[in-house]
């Protein structure tokens, strides 16, 4: 088996940290790339995504913290269309600062706890 690089090290980690915490609530995945930002939330237990939300379909890039503030507003309240209020951050293989943090911030400011 090949070694496993650092940033999925680093995934597989924090993913096995968050199903020891977060029971059945529903999971706010990240995944940032150079061009865009995405944001799902994901039901575990059922194995389907309750509502998502990108820059794929913005007029602006993806690649500064003002378009992944706005993803964070649009994935609360996609959320909340759900009827989903309490989730668990799953920041992936991506470290906790910039877009990723930008995103978190703004998704609490719209209403969803974590």
Same mark, same amino acid.
């Given at each position: 088996?090949?070694k496993?690089?650092?940033?999925?090290? &680093? &995934?597989?980690?924090?993913?096995?940290?968050?199903?020891?915490?977060?029971?059945?609530?529903?999971?706010?995945?990240?995944?940032?790339?150079?061009?865009?930002?995405?944001?799902?939330?994901?039901?575990?237990?059922?194995? &389907?995504?309750?509502?998502?939300a990108?820059?794929?379909?913005?007029?602006?890039?993806?690649?500064?913290?003002?378009?992944?503030?706005?993803?964070?507003k649009?994935?609360?309240?996609?959320?909340?269309?759900?009827?989903?209020?309490?989730?668990?951050?799953?920041?992936?293989?991506?470290?906790?600062?910039?877009?990723?943090?930008?995103?978190?911030?703004?998704? &609490?400011?719209?209403?969803?706890?974590?």
């Amino acid at each position: 088996m090949a070694k496993l690089s650092l940033f999925e090290r &680093r &995934r597989r980690r924090v993913r096995t940290a968050l199903r020891k915490r977060a029971g059945d609530k529903p999971r706010l995945s990240v995944h940032r790339t150079g061009r865009h930002i995405y944001a799902q939330i994901i039901n575990d237990g059922d194995g &389907r995504t309750v509502a998502a939300a990108s820059t794929l379909g913005a007029k602006k890039s993806g690649a500064n913290v003002d378009a992944a503030t706005q993803v964070g507003k649009d994935i609360a309240s996609a959320a909340k269309k759900a009827g989903v209020t309490t989730v668990v951050f799953d920041r992936g293989g991506f470290l906790f600062h910039g877009r990723v943090k930008a995103l978190a911030d703004a998704a &609490r400011e719209g209403g969803l706890e974590f």
